[in-house]
């Protein structure tokens, strides 16, 4: 018997009638997503002339819309609303079928309510994103290695630059909400699957559709804006920003999906038992993650959507000609942006908060702590938006008040800071690989902490704002501590989601490279950005060459780190030790289940009679 | 029979783990603080500004305020790595401790003291910063800066000269008045510790005092397309009588 | 997936574990030396003509080279810009190459001949000459410092990263307009005489030391885009380039 097709044996194939829904999947979305792209594309040709730029913009724009809903159509997404409409609701076989029951491996390439195969869909989509969001970042720092701007063009590098910056906001927004917030957390809260599982199932393909749309980007010019994409700057820039809107928009439907999504499910799922105070850890911060990310997304579909009218129609949104504001597209994007930052940390702590009492053998040190924390960043993250808007000009005499709120963010941030150190205090921690995330977490997020108290600070943002040193605090925090975060998780949860263990020594080569490199490369950033060498240059002068030639040589070693962790995810997936169902000796609720998890999870629905951290013997 | 706390406290610092951690934490406090004293400027360039002077001074007293939080989270970090279990099973479960009140009290209230010092260090300077500006704004010299797709230029209107360099007299109280003619750029006088964005149509307001001879780069700081990189150029403080004779060269006149 | 207990000995792990990682290394590289290549200048470099005068300026003795180059708003022939999608014949352009290489510490001329019609200038500043010898120009036959901001086509200027390592070069120059848009082709040498009704505009300076500079233009040529600086400004090799002083 195979491993994946452990249902085969046990239940008949359904719908021996050979449903609609039997027939469809990736295949024959894309097939329809690409008929209605080209449909589109060639219905209003005759009407536009594309030297027009405005009119190119249209055409564009509706192609990228319409392959994204034909693919939706094409996977079957609207059968189910469609039944309903006309009175012939899906059959429990038909719901059965969707669940990817009995369905082996190609479950993973169709429209599969199962909470665990979409999990696994988000867990192969981050890794492709964060594959190649890190070799374009390897591009930057190769045309970066010395001054000149030898390896690529100007063009190419604004493309490179905006492409990686997007590529990886993208994956890192889903990085630990995506896979284990699905595959893991229904189970964790002892749910059969999510509260809406179609909806589920629609929230990653209409990711996956925003995916072509953005490769697109390079065949239209590339995206010269970065990823704030600035206004008027974006209203500027060439054919290329189409993508960049048309999938900013995508995103933020599937969010916005996904997250009310996740919500409902906590809410309203959990097991008998589970009270709000003995909810784990990596659920509440998935939730607030995720609940943040609500009210943050669609102001940034807004800013998108004025973008593209501006692009397409000529409306002056932002185009201060004619009345319109730049700093309003600033506004839109960073009441986004800033939540936006912490939509991507949170989980990361999270999963983090999960692993250490595992691996420390003791209770998480002060759980309180950790939803004051939470609460307390998400609290005022909405209210400091404006810190990235010191320099632009727009009300001088608010920048007071958002350096206040910015700062007061460290007393949360502390918190989490405590729970962790109190956790580890006192405990021999057992270092296996998700540990070691936690020890990486703390130094990085330390670094990231404390260079960022430089920047909220008006008077010395005169000075950093801007520079490079702002691209390494970012990156300490986003990838030092967000991205450690869920790497840890990967490693905590990847006997649960695959039924073998990651492999050890492969992991522990990836880990020092990708931190030592780190280190160094964001070291080298640092004092290029002390020397004032502004970000998103292609070229710069000689007084930059050393920190630049440091900054890179951490880079590769970044990127050789990376590799050898995807080499050890594929091996460990397909030839890794078959992992016993609970290897590290965890208390959660997923840890109760076999691999392969059953289609409904749990035989019988689990009754929670205590938190999940009752490790540690009694005080004397 | 139960120990008084005072006693608790006593017994509590005999313990080994918290000796250890306790001097790891004063040692990196103190070598944070030596660093963070010399660390920024040694790679920031020479301040030819007081404004540029403060944010040194800023950025070392902000190192030291975040030296005892570096202390005592590389402490209890290395402490508790270097305690670490080695093997492939699970060490025994530590000490069941699920919270403890007063450190989580202690360890709010101290980090928001911190966070005090550094907002009302913040708030002090922007407020110096903002009283000096309206103080000097009389007879400061008006500098109008343009920012072009990729060009930065110069117009001093009481001199009637524009130019792509940005020439300034020494002690003589300078206002930027910043505008684009197309997109957002930022206008970055890195030595004079100076940045405003050059928005279309609104103009941006930046004020300083240069008060030491030498040249500044002038950048843009805000990715503003193509050749964002070389929206570069250069400029100098120079002594008085050297500035009116630049102005002179350049056709102005020096009133 | 068909294997159950399927484990690899110790030696063919490292083995796969070395190929993969070779792989990932050569995927990379692969994608570093598509965007490398995508990036060289199709264009032909631009040689200036060396002269075996020398002219005396300040007091001091240059060697002489010359440069011309073309300004259409609709050429006949496309300079060839790799790809076919960005390889726009409508769009007007310097030429014969944008990518021109001047000898160091010499008198350049530099002679451009213009065919475009145009509006006005975004900022008037870049309607004065800069930076050439004498803060001059000669636009056919007259030498002039200024030109009205209503009255410009195109400008040259010519900019780069202020670094210890190269001296600075700043030259601005602004192109006379032409009543209508001329098609032509970048033939400058043969046009004089035809029945092409441009300008021909004649400035000089001097190169420093060796040194990596860049140029474009700043009029508003982006026809339809915010500010006119989209489509052809923001594209390169176009109205912008480079100038390599070797």
Redesign the interface.
């Known amino acids: 018997m195979t491993t994946l097709d452990h249902h085969a044996t046990t239940r008949p194939i359904p719908n021996p009638k050979k449903s609609l829904i039997t027939k469809l999947n990736m295949g024959t979305g894309m097939v329809v997503g690409i008929i209605f792209a080209l449909a589109t594309y060639y219905l209003i040709n005759p009407h536009v002339d594309q030297s027009v730029a405005q009119e190119y913009n249209r055409q564009l724009l509706a192609t990228m819309f319409m392959w994204s809903l034909g693919f939706m159509i094409g996977i079957g997404a609207f059968i189910g609303p469609f039944r309903w409409l006309i009175g012939k609701d899906l059959t429990d076989e038909e719901n059965l079928y969707l669940a990817g029951d009995g369905q082996g491996i190609k479950r993973y390439f169709k429209y599969c309510t199962d909470h665990k195969v979409v999990g696994i869909q988000y867990l192969v989509g981050v890794m492709t994103m964060l594959g190649v969001g890190g070799t374009l970042a390897m591009m930057i720092r190769t045309n970066l290695i010395m001054p000149g701007s030898k390896f690529v063009s100007p063009i190419i590098y604004n493309s490179l630059v905006g492409l990686h910056g997007i590529t990886m906001i993208i994956a890192m927004i889903i990085v630990a909400t995506g896979p284990f917030g699905n595959y893991i957390m229904p189970i964790m809260i002892g749910a059969a699957d999510m509260a809406f599982p179609r909806l589920n199932a629609l929230s990653w393909w209409v990711l996956f559709t925003a995916i072509p749309v953005l490769c697109s980007a390079w065949f239209l010019g590339g995206i010269p804006t970065g990823w704030t994409a600035y206004a008027p700057l974006s209203v500027q820039a060439g054919p290329g920003m189409n993508a960049f809107i048309a999938t900013i928009i995508i995103f933020a439907i599937s969010t916005a999906v996904a997250g009310a999504n996740i919500t409902a499910t906590v809410v309203a799922m959990r097991a008998k038992g589970m009270s709000w105070n003995r909810v784990p850890i990596f659920v509440v911060g998935a939730t607030v993650s995720v609940a943040l990310a609500i009210p943050a997304f669609p102001t940034f579909m807004v800013s998108m959507i004025m973008t593209g009218l501006d692009r397409t129609f000529a409306t002056t949104f932002f185009d201060a000609n004619f009345g319109g504001s730049g700093w309003l597209y600033a506004h839109l994007f960073w009441i986004m942006g800033h939540p936006e930052v912490y939509v991507i940390l949170i989980p990361g702590v999270a999963a983090l908060m999960e692993i250490a009492p595992v691996f420390v053998r003791k209770p998480l040190f002060s759980y309180n702590a950790a939803i004051m924390g939470f609460a307390g960043i998400a609290g005022l993250s909405v209210l400091v938006w404006a810190h990235h808007m010191y320099m632009s000009g727009w009300m001088p005499m608010l920048n007071g008040p958002f350096m206040v709120t910015t700062e007061m963010i460290s007393v949360p941030t502390g918190l989490i800071f405590l729970v962790l150190l109190g956790t580890l205090w006192r405990g021999r921690p057992w270092m296996k690989l998700p540990m070691l995330g936690v020890y990486a977490f703390l130094w990085n997020m330390l670094v990231g902490g404390i260079t960022g108290l430089y920047l909220s600070d008006v008077p010395a943002d005169n000075y950093l704002h801007g520079s490079m040193y702002v691209t390494a605090h970012f990156h300490y925090t986003l990838m030092g501590a967000a991205l450690t975060g869920a790497l840890a998780g990967l490693a905590f949860w990847f006997p649960k989601m695959t039924g073998r263990m990651l492999n050890e020594r492969a992991g522990y080569i990836s880990f020092w490279f990708v931190q030592i490199g780190f280190q160094i490369l964001f070291l080298g950033m640092f004092i290029a950005g002390a020397e004032g060498q502004p970000r998103r240059v292609s070229d710069y002068a000689k007084t930059f060459a050393t920190s630049n030639m440091v900054s890179t040589i951490g880079a590769y070693m970044i990127g050789i780190g990376m590799i050898v962790l995807l080499w050890a995810v594929v091996h460990s997936w397909r030839f890794g030790k078959i992992a016993p169902m609970n290897p590290w000796g965890s208390k959660t609720l997923e840890w109760t289940v076999p691999y392969p998890v059953p289609l409904v999870n749990f035989d019988t629905p689990p009754v929670v009679t205590s938190d999940f951290y009752g490790y540690g013997k009694a005080e004397k | 029979m139960a120990p008084t706390p005072g006693e608790k406290l006593t017994n509590f610092f005999k313990r080994r783990?918290v000796i250890i951690a306790s001097a790891l934490g004063v040692a990196i406090t103190a070598l944070t603080v030596i660093i963070g004293g010399w660390w920024?400027t040694k790679?920031?360039?020479t301040a030819l500004s007081t404004?540029?002077k403060?944010?040194e001074r800023?950025?070392v007293i902000?190192?030291w305020?975040?030296a005892p939080?570096?202390g005592?989270?590389?402490a209890?970090?290395l402490y508790?790595?270097f305690?670490?279990?080695?093997?492939d099973t699970?060490?025994?479960?530590?000490?069941?401790?699920?919270?403890?009140g007063p450190?989580?009290i202690l360890?709010?209230v101290v980090?928001?003291m911190?966070?005090l010092v550094?907002?009302v260090y913040?708030?002090i300077?922007?407020n110096s910063?903002e009283g000096k500006a309206q103080a000097d704004a009389p007879h400061a010299m008006i500098v109008e800066v343009?920012g072009?797709?990729?060009?930065w230029?110069f117009?001093y209107p009481a001199q009637d000269v524009?130019t792509?360099k940005l020439m300034l007299p020494i002690n003589q109280p300078v206002e930027f008045r910043?505008i684009s003619?197309?997109?957002?750029h930022?206008f970055?006088p890195?030595q004079l510790?100076?940045?405003?964005?050059a928005?279309?149509?609104?103009?941006?307001?930046a004020d300083t005092t240069p008060n030491k001879l030498g040249t500044i780069?002038v950048?843009?700081?805000?990715?503003?397309?193509?050749?964002?990189?070389?929206m570069?150029?250069?400029g100098a403080v120079t002594t008085r009588a050297d500035f009116n004779n630049w102005v002179t060269a350049q056709g102005g006149h020096t009133a | 997936m068909s294997g159950t207990n399927t484990t690899m000995t110790a030696g063919k792990r490292t083995a796969s574990a070395i190929v993969g990682v070779l792989l990932g290394v050569a995927v990379v590289g692969a994608v570093g030396f598509t965007l490398h290549s995508a990036s060289a200048d199709p264009q032909k470099k631009l040689y200036a003509t060396k002269d075996s005068a020398t002219i005396s300026v300040d007091g001091k003795s240059y060697p002489k080279a010359a440069v011309t180059l073309g300004v259409y708003p609709d050429r006949q022939t496309a300079i060839d810009h790799g790809s076919t999608a960005n390889n726009k014949k409508d769009w007007v352009q310097y030429g014969p190459s944008t990518h021109i290489v001047l000898p160091a510490h010499t008198y350049v001329t530099m002679t451009i001949h213009v065919y475009d019609s145009g509006e006005k200038l975004n900022n008037p500043y870049f309607g004065r000459v800069v930076g050439t010898v004498g803060g001059t120009m000669n636009v056919d036959g007259q030498d002039v410092t200024s030109i009205p901001a209503d009255q410009v086509q195109h400008t040259f200027t010519l900019h780069g990263l202020p670094t210890t390592s190269q001296d600075p070069l700043y030259v601005n120059v602004p192109l006379l307009r032409v009543s209508t848009n001329e098609k032509g082709d970048f033939l400058p040498t043969t046009d004089a005489g035809t029945k092409l009704q441009g300008h021909t505009v004649t400035f000089s300076f001097i190169t420093g030391g060796k040194g990596e500079y860049v140029w474009n233009c700043e009029y508003p040529c982006g026809d339809g885009t915010y500010q006119g600086f989209g489509a052809v400004m923001g594209s390169y090799g176009y109205m912008s380039g480079k100038v390599s002083v070797a």
């Open positions: 783990d920024y790679w920031m360039p404004d540029m403060s944010i800023l950025m902000f190192t305020i975040s939080v570096c005592t989270v590389v209890i970090t508790t790595f305690n670490r279990h080695k093997g699970p060490p025994e479960d530590g000490p069941a401790i699920r919270t403890r450190i989580v360890w709010s980090s928001s911190l966070c550094a907002v913040g708030l300077e922007l910063a343009t072009n797709q990729w060009v230029n117009h524009t792509d910043i003619a197309d997109v957002n930022s970055w890195v510790g100076v940045k405003a964005d928005n279309r149509y609104q103009v941006t307001l780069d950048k843009c700081a805000e990715l503003c397309g193509l050749y964002h990189a070389y570069e150029t250069t």
